[in-house]
């Protein structure tokens, strides 16, 4: 009950967010100089031309009747129509969402993966050279940005040792059966490891590259909550019980070590999100991002209004589950 | 026949190579209750601690033995030590409020011992588990192994572990002040209840304190340590009818006797200190030589 009553009340709070979101994306992409409708038309074409099409689009009423309109159209689930693409705005960002949305969790998983086995690794070898040679690891992994860590792989396993497709999302030449946009979730549903390795040729660079610094964040912040976790009481008590340095670390201390890492992973799994912007753009991945990228180069005016909101949805919903997450695996805040 | 017997155990630190334990040698027989004592700082705890092979990684033990039923751990592989201790000893800990993990239920903390390291099938171990609670006189024991710490009393936590130690008939436990962090009232109960345990169970039970009003109580022996040399090592009628060390002598004057609460303190005299760390002192000088000569 009490949970039901938070979550609402943090839906509550969410509308009042995204509404604010919308208003602050509007009025900036009006203001910022850079007209769609210069950038549609010929050099040559006339003062009267431009002025026609600008009212075609709405683009000659005041800023708050132009929201308006458009919170209005949003409301009822009509998000307006791309002025590049001539097609509704809804259906290009959710056509593109599962590409990015397969790029991040594959990062995520990546990232929790390294993170996680790093973390226990150097738990394990505390004291030792590879507990060294994991938190250098570990610096330099954290010192680099995702892109150059996207142009570094690019350059090694796409260009030095070629292994790994670094353009694209799937090779076009092959028979694709897909009715959905989830390319990698079907292809594991209709048990295509064909499809499956194909796809993960092409992911597995950009995810890579989003997944290296999360994963050093997530491998520092574990390492170090473990470490403070097997000095504590219960842990040496289950060491007088006859359990070994593997059940300690991963029974006793990781359960409770977990808690603030789970919190920081969702703040930062937001922050991968935004990062795919850029990597589906080096990668030529077919994503939101890459999207998004193209509808600021055309003043695309409704189509990035619909991709800001779509993030500031997502980036709310990542943040809801990780609090959810925390509640479940916290037995204080379960049983009050 | 001891189950627990120390012998010439000696542990200093790694980095400086402080000496914390010098030559202890004490032992526990089945049943018998030792006290050991000493002030803070004295090595009592590390003594329980290589008993149990649990020393923090900053110390090392670097001479002596520890007899567990004849077998000397020290010379065991590690692995094969802890499988040993861990079916045959038990440590009741000092605060139980960090001693139970707070992810855990309290039923699988204690059970969990019972299938993994003695090999027990589940159904078993849990109706063990809830018959250690009950003999803690804990109420509604099936509702305690479900459970997690935070919805308990360091009361019923201490409990809790007490039941954990004694759960699959121990042969030695070490306590390790187990009533200092509780209530003065809980106290009492607590410490009533870990006397009535052992009594049932016939353990061996090394009983870490500094309360000598405690010692009087639950122990038979008694071991005095000071700066990580045994003093003096003695029956608890004999020790307070006349200690025989005049370090133990001053122990017992500076201790408020829970007979006599409104009794002076006094400070342990300055000429006795004196005299117990000239025969420290004397000690070191004669390893140092063994290990020259
Ligand atoms: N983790 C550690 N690292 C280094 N030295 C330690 C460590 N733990 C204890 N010591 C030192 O070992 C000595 C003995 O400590 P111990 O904990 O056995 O004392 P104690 O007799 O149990 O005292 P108290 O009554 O305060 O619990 C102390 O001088 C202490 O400084
Ligand atoms: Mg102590």
Redesign the interface.
């Known amino acids: 009950m009490r949970l039901l009553r938070a979550i609402l009340l943090r839906l509550a709070t969410s509308a009042v967010t995204l509404a604010g979101v919308a208003v602050i994306v509007f009025v900036v992409i009006r203001v910022v100089p850079g007209d769609p409708v210069s950038m549609m038309l010929p050099p040559g074409a006339t003062d009267d031309d431009i002025a026609r099409l600008r009212a075609f689009y709405g683009l000659d009423r005041s800023i708050p009747a132009q929201f308006l309109i458009w919170a209005g159209g949003v409301l009822q689930g009509d998000f307006g129509t791309s002025i590049t693409n001539r097609q509704p705005v809804l259906d290009l960002v959710l056509g593109r969402l599962p590409a990015t949305l397969e790029l991040s969790v594959l990062a995520l998983g990546l990232a929790v993966l390294m993170g996680g086995v790093a973390a226990l690794t150097g738990t394990r070898l505390r004291?030792t050279r590879t507990e060294a040679a994991i938190d250098v690891a570990n610096g330099m992994a954290l010192s680099v940005p995702d892109f150059l860590w996207g142009l570094v792989l690019v350059l090694l396993f796409g260009v030095i040792f070629p292994v790994f497709n670094i353009s694209g999302r799937v090779t076009p030449s092959l028979d694709l059966p897909f009715t959905t946009n989830f390319y990698l979730l079907e292809s594991i549903l209709r048990l295509r490891p064909d499809l499956v390795a194909d796809l993960l040729s092409h992911m597995i660079l950009p995810a890579l590259a989003l997944a290296i610094p999360l994963a050093a964040i997530i491998g520092q912040l574990l390492k170090q909550s473990l470490k403070e976790t097997m000095h504590?009481?219960?842990v040496?008590?289950?060491?007088?019980?006859?359990?070994?340095e593997n059940?300690v670390i991963l029974r006793?201390a990781l359960?409770?070590a977990i808690l603030p890492t789970l919190t920081l992973v969702g703040v930062q799994f937001t922050f991968l999100i935004g990062g795919t912007v850029i990597i589906e753009r080096l990668f030529s991945y077919e994503g939101l991002g890459n999207l998004a990228i193209d509808a600021v180069i055309n003043r695309d005016l409704p189509l990035i209004q619909g991709i800001v909101i779509l993030f500031a949805v997502i980036f709310t919903a990542v943040n809801l589950i990780v609090d959810l997450a925390c509640v479940a695996?916290?037995?204080?805040l379960r049983?009050g | 026949m001891s189950f627990l017997v120390v012998r010439g155990l000696s542990a200093r630190l790694k980095g400086d190579g402080a000496r914390l334990l010098r030559g202890v040698g004490l032992s526990v027989a089945p049943g018998e209750v030792r006290g050991l004592v000493g002030e803070s700082g004295a090595g009592k705890s590390m003594i329980g601690k290589a008993v149990l092979g649990i020393l923090p990684q900053a110390v090392e033990v670097t001479g002596g033995e520890i007899l567990l039923d004849g077998t000397d751990l020290l010379t065991l592989p590690p692995g094969e030590r802890r499988r040993r201790v861990g079916a045959a000893c038990a440590l009741i800990p000092q605060d139980p409020l960090t001693a139970l993990n707070p992810a855990r239920r309290i039923g699988p903390q204690i059970t969990g011992r019972l299938v993994d390291i003695l090999g027990w099938d589940r159904a078993r171990a849990r109706t063990r588990a809830e018959e250690a609670l009950a003999e803690t006189h804990l109420p509604d024991p099936e509702r305690i192994m479900r459970a997690y710490p935070h919805q308990l009393s360091g009361g019923q936590r201490q409990r809790c572990l007490i039941a954990s130690a004694f759960v699959a008939g121990p042969r030695l436990i070490v306590a390790d002040e187990p009533t200092t962090a509780l209530d003065v009232t809980v106290q009492k109960q607590i410490l009533r209840l870990i006397a009535e345990m052992q009594a049932r169970h016939g353990t061996a039970l090394l009983f870490v304190t500094h309360d000598l009003g405690v010692v009087s109580k639950v122990c038979q022996s008694l071991t005095v340590l000071y700066a990580g040399m045994v003093v003096e090592d003695t029956g608890v009628r004999s020790f307070f009818r006349a200690p025989a060390h005049p370090y133990s002598a001053a122990l017992l004057a500076a201790t408020p006797r829970y007979t006599d609460p409104g009794g002076s303190l006094t400070p342990v005299p300055e000429a006795v200190l004196a005299a117990v760390r000239a025969e420290v002192a004397a000690r070191d000088a004669a390893a140092e030589g063994a290990r020259h000569g």
């Not at chain 1, 040496?236 to 070994?244: E, K, N």
């Not at chain 1, 695996?329 to 204080?332: A, E, H, I, Q, Y």
């Open positions: 004291g504590l009481d219960y040496t008590l289950a060491r007088t019980r006859g359990y070994g059940h006793e359960p409770n695996l916290n037995p204080r049983h």
